[in-house]
């Protein structure tokens, strides 16, 4: 086999011919799970200063700047770049805030497209119409932060949505010119093998472009981090985490793009074990993992029409 996994540097890099750096920004958005709507405290897991890069304090064209500035003394030829909302829920404004947002972003100069994290309940039909807009001229990228195909582990989390809410949301949004991406977290630690196998049923139907897995780790600020500093339940090592890894991506389409396989957390912020490895590193080492046991993307796939709930 060439290569087990369908990577998103390979997959940028040939779309563009060039490096297309991502500039992560922090327009102020919020979570309807914060702010009272849905609840409030966040997901249990979630602390954003702990891997959150934009700078809120700040207009998104100076973070955009700014960050195509830091970006360009490391890689000087860098010519195109995709401004990246990460922070909380980044289309739950209104249509009209979200379009003054969005241009002011792709007003810059070398900026190619958009890519905004959000979650499945915070999208409707009008904000998609502005990102199908949107996306005729510019590449533009939706991500669903699903979490788990539980709705068991969603209502732990305090998620304050379901698995219907995102695959609602994944219809509303396919075959607009909006390209697709969700967000899994492998690890919790209530989840058992059935869980692990029902993710792996049901993440091979969806219509998805790109997708980002990562580790469960525990995090300092979070509700999760202080149960855990109570009580220290069971948190999955590396070789767990290559084991559930290995069983999602064999059942994954293999044109699906991976964007991410392993969690970025700042160390000081962290409360269960880091691993010392970079994700680079992780992601090379868990390749070998792959071609050791002889097993590729997609290679347990089955062929499962697409169909969503309306």
């Not at 297309?20 to 409030?40: H, L």
């Not at 969700?182 to 059935?194: A, D, N, Q, Y």
């Not at 993992?289 to 097993?295: G, R």
């Amino acid at each position: 086999m060439n290569s087990p996994l369908n990577l998103y540097s390979r997959y940028i890099k040939n779309l563009h011919g060039q490096r297309v750096q991502k500039i992560p920004v922090d327009a102020g958005f919020t979570c309807p799970n914060r702010d009272g709507s849905k609840g409030f405290g966040g997901c249990t897991f979630c602390n954003n200063d702990s891997f959150s890069m934009g700078a809120k304090e700040l207009s998104i064209k100076d973070q955009v700047q700014n960050g195509i500035a830091l970006y360009r003394r490391k890689f000087p030829k860098l010519e195109k770049f995709i401004v990246y909302f990460q922070s909380y829920s980044n289309t739950y404004k209104s249509v009209h805030e979200l379009e003054r947002i969005y241009l002011e972003a792709l007003s810059i100069e070398g900026v190619i497209g958009i890519a905004i994290g959000t979650r499945p309940d915070c999208i409707d039909i009008e904000k998609v119409a502005l990102l199908q807009e949107l996306a005729q001229s510019y590449d533009v990228t939706v991500e669903y932060g699903v979490e788990s195909l539980s709705d068991e582990t969603l209502k732990r989390v305090n998620r304050g949505h379901t698995v219907k809410d995102f695959e609602v949301a994944l219809d509303m949004t396919y075959g607009r010119g909006i390209k697709l991406c969700t967000h899994l977290i492998l690890g919790f630690p209530w989840e058992t093998e059935v869980s692990l196998q029902r993710t792996c049923h049901k993440i091979q139907a969806y219509p998805l472009d790109f997708i980002k897995i990562h580790q469960l780790q525990v995090v300092k600020g979070t509700v999760m981090g202080t149960a855990y500093e109570k009580d220290p339940f069971h948190v999955i090592n590396k070789e767990e985490y290559f084991k559930m890894l290995m069983e999602v991506i064999t059942h994954l389409d293999p044109k699906i793009v991976i964007q991410r396989l392993f969690s970025d957390y700042r160390p000081e912020y962290l409360i269960s074990k880091a691993w010392s490895e970079s994700m680079s590193l992780l992601t090379s080492e868990f390749m070998h993992y792959l071609e050791f046991h002889q097993a590729c993307q997609g290679s347990k796939r089955s062929n499962f029409k697409i169909v969503l709930p309306k």
